[in-house]
């Protein structure tokens, strides 16, 4: 497909690495924050083609895996009320909440469905007068503009059967959160580049500026994350911190406006708590009061009911990038992708999901040798 | 989450005061929404995101980037054969030029 495969060519990347490896005099530790872009380095083995003593680590940019317990639940408990339709993106259904999951739900008799779009759950509350359709909406920046649009279209259309269950997150205050912590190791970041394309780099700017970090906003393709390194490398070789763009192509910098513009119409800047990070103040997004009538929260009086993480689940040092996948004891044996235990294994931007699939075999050699 | 596929935007149309668009991707189209991108013309690459186009993809800025990378490659390749002649040693590689080419924005 065009604007992929060429970011995809093996000539290419290893000219890259030769330029890596030429440039990189120190071991940095760089973050990806995407977990789009965790999986392809890990799939790609992009990490194991850096320099020696090079990292990365992987950033806490997965949805999915920050959506707290309580608001898995929340849906769970939504899914289970009378002529409700709850609607989600696949990877949600999966994902443990406190004591099941919606796929479990919808097994018992639950209607939840998978959606790709908004859009999508919206069609089906036309399409279904007498029920309520509550839309599970999570993600970052890039996704609320979507989610919102749904709202915005139902309240310009009179749709007063279907609601927004919203748990969206932003990106900068979980990464002052990262980068403020103390032991943090990051010293140069690839900041998400879809999450840019739709807000700009100004944000990224400011996180420069105040953490005298190097960021670079990278792509989704092998190409780009390595042109992304390389450009980091030669910032941290040189002394600067300064926000550059990798991914032009794709990214303006001042961002997609009318997405903006849709955002701050339907939601606002809450309070919102990350599963693995905690509380992070005004880091999420909810409905805002003039949309009041299609916040699912307050619709159904959904109150949060605080609850306890497995304990065995090390996602929360996942998620700070503070652990691997494979160093946690569970990764692969009580924990696999058909039964979760936390969040990261669960979705397709998991960075526990990303090592089972594409590192399984190598994790497992590496205890028969240190069996041995 | 934040995945989006680029997709070729083959027609335009409004649906009652929606703009709606076909894309292509690698043979196979769908409909998606163009709210967010109404500038964008048939035969504009665009970035698709749970069913919204949210950026177009510039030609130029990917012929650029692409025609750099091809540079790199071409020279690493030259240094690479350089460097396995016997008289070539292995400081040859830290002589690739370091300036980036990229613009900070």
Redesign the interface.
């Known amino acids: 497909m065009k604007h992929l495969d060429e970011y995809r060519d093996e000539k290419l990347a290893n000219a890259l690495v030769a330029r890596l490896k030429a440039t990189a005099t120190k071991p940095w530790v760089l973050m990806e924050v995407c977990g789009g872009q965790t999986h392809t380095l890990v799939r790609y083995g992009i990490d194991g083609l850096l320099p020696a003593g090079m990292e990365m680590i992987h950033g806490p940019g997965c949805p999915v895996c920050v959506t707290p317990l309580e608001t898995i639940d929340k849906a769970i408990a939504l899914a289970g009320m009378k002529g409700v339709i709850l609607a989600s993106y696949g990877d949600m259904l999966r994902v443990p909440g406190s004591e099941t999951d919606l796929l479990r739900a919808k097994a018992r008799g639950a209607d939840v469905r998978v959606v790709y779009s908004p859009l999508d759950a919206l069609k089906l509350a036309r399409e279904n007068p007498g029920r309520e359709v509550v839309f599970f909406g999570i993600g970052f920046e890039t996704t609320a503009p979507p989610n919102a649009a749904a709202v915005w279209q139902a309240a310009r259309q009179g749709v007063m059967n279907f609601s927004l269950l919203a748990s969206h997150v932003l990106v900068p205050p979980a990464l002052r959160a990262l980068l403020g912590a103390e032991g943090n190791r990051v010293q140069g970041l690839i900041a998400p580049g879809h999450v840019c394309a739709i807000v700009g780099l100004a944000d990224y700017h400011a996180i420069a500026r105040e953490f005298h970090l190097p960021i670079v906003v990278g792509g989704f393709e092998p190409v780009d994350l390595l042109e992304a390194i390389v450009m980091l490398a030669d910032q941290l070789e040189q002394g600067r911190a300064e926000v550059e763009n990798q991914y032009t192509r794709s990214v303006r910098v001042d961002g997609n406006a009318l997405a903006q513009a849709m955002l701050a119409d339907v939601l606002t800047v809450c309070d919102r708590k990350w599963r693995g990070l905690g509380e992070i103040p005004r880091s999420g997004l909810k409905v805002s009061a003039k949309y009041a009538a299609w916040d699912a929260e307050l619709k159904f009086g959904l109150t949060d009911r605080p609850v306890e993480e497995p304990k065995e689940c090390i996602s929360a040092l996942i998620l700070q990038g503070r652990k691997k996948p494979p160093e946690c004891a569970a990764f692969g044996v009580r924990c696999t992708p058909e039964r979760p235990l936390g969040a990261p294994m669960v979705s397709s931007e998991g960075a526990c999901a990303a090592y089972y699939q594409y590192r399984r075999f190598e994790a497992e050699r590496e205890l028969v040798e240190i069996g041995r | 989450?934040?995945?989006?596929?680029?997709g070729?935007l083959l027609a335009k149309s409004e649906v009652?005061g929606?703009l709606r668009g076909r894309v292509e991707?690698?043979g196979i189209v769908r409909e998606a929404?163009l709210?967010?991108?109404?500038e964008a013309e048939v035969g504009d690459?665009v970035?698709v995101?749970?069913?919204?186009a949210?950026?177009r993809?510039?030609?130029e800025?990917?012929t650029?980037?692409?025609a750099y990378?091809?540079e790199?490659?071409a020279?690493?390749?030259e240094?690479?054969e350089a460097a396995s002649r016997p008289e070539m040693g292995d400081e040859t590689?830290?002589m690739?030029p370091?300036e980036?080419g990229?613009?900070?924005?």
């Open positions: 989450m934040c995945l989006a596929i680029p070729k009652g929606l991707f690698g929404c709210d967010f991108l109404p690459y970035l995101h749970v069913g919204f949210i950026t993809i510039d030609e800025e990917a650029r980037t692409l990378l091809a790199l490659g020279l690493q390749e240094l690479g590689a830290a690739i370091v980036a990229h613009e900070a924005s």
